[in-house]
C-alpha cells in the first residue's frame, strides 16, 4: 500500500532525509555510534556537518512547532551546543531512518533503536529525522546548499 506522505511505495525508491545527531548526542560522544548504526543500515551519508546553532535558527528549522508548550524549551536546548546535520540516502530513506530511530518518546520506542537505547527524556531524545518528503527538502535545505551534497 503506497504511504506518499512518507515516500513509502512497494519497491524501490531512492530517498533523501535530514538527520540530526543532537546537542545531548554530541555531548554524550554517541556521534560514532550512531553514524555505526545508519552506515550499517546502509543509509548513506551524502552530506555531513558540525553546525552550533544560535536560537534564533533553531527557532526557524522548528518553526512547524512554534504553538506548541514545549517550543521554547526545544529551541534552547537544541542551540545549546553543537550538532551534527547530515543528508542520508537510500532506499525509502525517510521510513528507514525513522524506524531506526525508534519513537519521539524514547518510553514507546521499540528495543534496539537509537532513542530506545540512548534517550533520556522525550527533548533529549538524541537525534531528529525528517517525518515527510516535503519536510526532508525544507529540512535538507535549511543546512546545505547544492554544492555540499555529493551526488
Ligand atoms: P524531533 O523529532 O526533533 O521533533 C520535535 C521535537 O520536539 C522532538 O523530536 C522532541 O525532541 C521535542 N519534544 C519535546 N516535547 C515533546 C512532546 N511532548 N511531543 C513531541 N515532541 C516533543
Redesign the pocket.
Known sequence: MADRRLGHKKGCIMGKTLS?I?PDGVARQLTGEIIARLEKNDLKIIAMKMIHMNLAQAEGF?SV?KE???FK??TE??SSGPAVVMVLTGENAIVRYREL?GA??YKEAKEGTIRKDFAT?????V???S?AVETANFEINYFFNSFEIVA
Open positions: 540530526i543532537k522548528y512547532h506548541r508548550p514545549f524549551s526545544l536546548f537544541m530511530m519521539t518518546n527524556d522525550i527533548e533529549k531524545n537525534v531528529h529525522g517525518d
